[in-house]
């Protein structure tokens, strides 16, 4: 009876919490993609992309999707700020990795710097998402180039859920796909990284 009362209980006062880290090197645009993803959730209009400066600290959004409370949490890409992302990972669920598609003098540095998340301890099993972002300004074969990249180096994911997809944070198109990719893999990766519990 205690038990059943109790679990009565934590439904309607307990949710299940899933983090997403958003990273990726300065100018990727995951502040950009946060404020989508807060529109795309919430319905309520965020901060437009050209009043947006470089993220120092940590910028974070909260959707709540079937039940659950996914937290995304976006942290500033310039290099000597990336020494604190390792302080997220063993809270965290999912990885975005923002990558600015139409760059192509620094896809080796977003590749090594993704490359790096990947063999991190705290990270393994945990799925990625390497989003080619600002596809509104390049064409197709942006996406195509980030496809191949990752794919050459998909020795480096072990058995990782791994996913590239293409969006514009600034349009929008394909921030309903992220989400709904990220959810579903953070769900099938219950077992691996159970989520936290946080109060309604
Ligand atoms: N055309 C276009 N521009 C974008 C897109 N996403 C971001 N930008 C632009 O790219 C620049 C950098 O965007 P931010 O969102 O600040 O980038 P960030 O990854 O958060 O950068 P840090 O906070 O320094 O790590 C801004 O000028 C944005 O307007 C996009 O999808 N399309
Ligand atoms: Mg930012």
Redesign the pocket.
């Known amino acids: 009876m205690f038990t059943l009362m109790s679990g009565a209980y934590r439904y309607f006062t307990k949710q299940d919490e899933y983090n997403v880290l958003v990273l ?12 989508k993803i807060k529109y795309t959730t919430t319905g309520i209009s965020g901060m437009s ?2 009043k ?5 600290g940590v910028n974070i959004a909260k959707a709540h999707i079937q039940r659950r409370l996914v937290k995304f949490l ?5 290099e000597d ?1 990336r020494g604190i992302w390792n302080s997220y990972f063993s809270d965290s669920h999912a990885i975005l990795f ?1 990558i ?1 598609s139409g760059n192509k003098k620094r896809m080796d540095e977003a590749l090594s710097v993704l490359l790096t998340l990947s063999r991190a301890h705290e990270l393994e099993q945990v799925p990625f998402l390497v989003l080619a ?5 390049n064409d197709i074969t942006a996406l195509a180039q980030v496809k191949e990249l990752v794919n050459g180096a998909a020795d480096n994911f072990d058995n990782r859920s791994v996913r590239v997809l293409g ?5 929008g198109e394909g921030v309903q796909v992220i989400i709904n990719w990220l959810f579903n893999s953070m769900l099938e990766n219950n077992n691996l990284r159970p989520p936290l519990s946080s109060e309604f």
Do not use: C, F, R, Y
């Not at 090197?25 to 946060?34: I, M």
């Not at 976006?74 to 310039?78: A, I, N, S, V």
């Open positions: 990726g090197l300065d100018g990727a645009g995951k502040t950009t993609l946060l404020e992309p050209e947006i400066q470089p993220t120092v976006d942290l500033g890409g310039q700020l923002v600015d972002n600002k596809l509104d300004i969006a514009s944070a600034v349009t």
